[in-house]
């Protein structure tokens, strides 16, 4: 069997049980032909230098997550801002033990700095070879050069490259990556949990009024996913449409401002995935208004349930939204075509099943299509090694 050290944070944590999902799954349906291990680094702070960024916590290290996919959870002392130097050699150091005991033969990661850069000079130390994978921001939103010079190297000392869309792809390309090294992995779904379902049914479940019209957004709570100007396009929209209602699902920074907006425009927290489902077959379309994205997997779901998807044109939602059969596509931060597009979709009817035909791709597909990108990167590792010592 082959053996396979997953490096990243990116995958669940006690607090945090659906955090890295797209990855989680994903490893969960490769158990049965591949040996795997987690290795989860997690960066703390000390308390007079804690990050203001995103709510920090330490986590319980003994905490497995269900399946049966053994997880080690290891933490590194890190700064704000400041670490952001040499947290990746820091990283590194933290894992290497752990992951050299468990004798991998490839090692895959997401997140490309620290972890990124952690993973590959693991794997360099151990001569296996290593599968860098981009999910969104740390390509798109590199915050400064030290990260960027960090990343490039990461990238460049890599076997392969993995992004989820073919816009990162062809961004990694741009940093550096040659493009024969380059693949990407659309992510799937749980089918068995988003699907087709009935409207009425789920509406009459959750409580909500059967002439409703429901827009849901689902996400992280907070100014970059455009919830502001969804705000606003509702505050458009809901005096000439008295049945609208707008449902947030999520936590974030930006909740308390918009729980000011109106018993219309709802706040309903964090929920499981089969919860969110529910709420998908009760909405009328979705609406994902972000600044930036990779591929975000909400937007799968979505579709995979037959839902229409309103959102910006950014990242790879174009290549998940890629007929009018699915959806539109607006500019990010305009509020007049994001209040127009939502109007239309309201009154417009909709084939709810041929989205969903056209939208189904589950945890399955993408695990087969990793399992042979870490093939091909052992094959082409021994190739290289081949070819030097002889």
């Known amino acids: 069997m082959m053996r396979l050290a997953y490096i990243s944070s990116y995958f669940p944590i006690k607090e945090q049980p659906h955090r890295g999902q797209s990855a989680f ?22 308390r007079w230098a804690q990050p203001h960024n995103y709510p920090y916590t330490r986590t319980d290290l003994s905490w497995q997550p269900p399946g049966g996919l053994r997880a080690h959870y290891i ?10 130097a040499w947290n990746g050699l820091v990283c590194a150091r933290a894992i290497a033990r752990q992951v050299a005991a468990f004798t991998p033969d490839v090692i895959l990661n997401y997140w490309l700095y620290p972890e990124g850069w ?19 921001s740390d390509l798109n939103r590199i915050p400064d050069r030290i990260t960027g010079w960090w990343t490039q190297r990461a990238l460049a000392g890599s076997s392969l490259v ?28 749980d089918t068995a949990i988003f699907h087709e379902a009935d409207r009425t049914e789920a509406r009459r479940e959750l409580g909500l ?9 689902v996400g992280w709570i907070a100014p970059t996913k455009g919830l502001r100007e969804l705000a606003a396009a509702f ?7 008295p049945r609208l209602q707008m449902l947030l699902i999520g ?4 909740r308390a401002e918009l729980e000011q907006i109106g018993a219309r425009f709802r706040l309903l927290g964090r929920r499981d995935s089969s919860e969110i489902a529910r709420w998908m077959a009760a909405a009328d379309l979705f609406c994902l208004p972000s600044w930036s994205e990779g591929c975000p997997n909400v937007v799968v779901e979505a579709l995979a349930c037959g839902r229409p998807v309103v959102s910006t044109a950014v990242g790879g939602i174009p290549e998940l939204v890629d007929s009018p059969v699915k959806g539109t596509l607006v500019a990010p931060h305009d509020i007049g075509a994001l209040t127009r597009a939502l109007e239309d979709a309201l009154a417009r009817p909709w084939d709810e099943a041929a989205i969903a035909r056209e939208a189904r791709r589950d945890w399955s597909d993408c695990a087969r299509e990793t399992e042979d990108l ?13 070819r030097k010592t002889t």
Do not use: K, W
Request: aromatic content about 4%; glycine content about 8%.
């Open 209 to 217: 009024e059967p002439d409703a019209r429901i827009v849901l957004y």
């Open 75 to 84: 933490e590194y002392p890190a700064l704000p801002v400041v670490g952001r």
């Open 251 to 254: 936590e974030g920074t930006l």
């Open 118 to 136: 952690a993973a590959m000079h693991v794997g360099r130390a151990l001569g296996v070879p290593v599968i860098l994978g981009s999910i969104g």
């Open 162 to 189: 993995v992004t989820v869309s073919e816009h990162l792809r062809r961004r990694a390309i741009a940093l550096g990556v040659p493009e024969g090294r380059a693949r990407c992995v659309v992510n799937g779904v």
């Open 25 to 46: 799954q994903t490893l969960l349906r490769m158990q049965d032909r591949v040996q795997i291990e987690a290795f989860c680094p997690l960066s703390t702070y000390p």
């Open 374 to 386: 870490c093939r091909e990167a052992i094959s082409l590792h021994h190739a290289i090694h081949s």
């Open 235 to 241: 505050g458009a929209l809901a005096p000439r449409h």
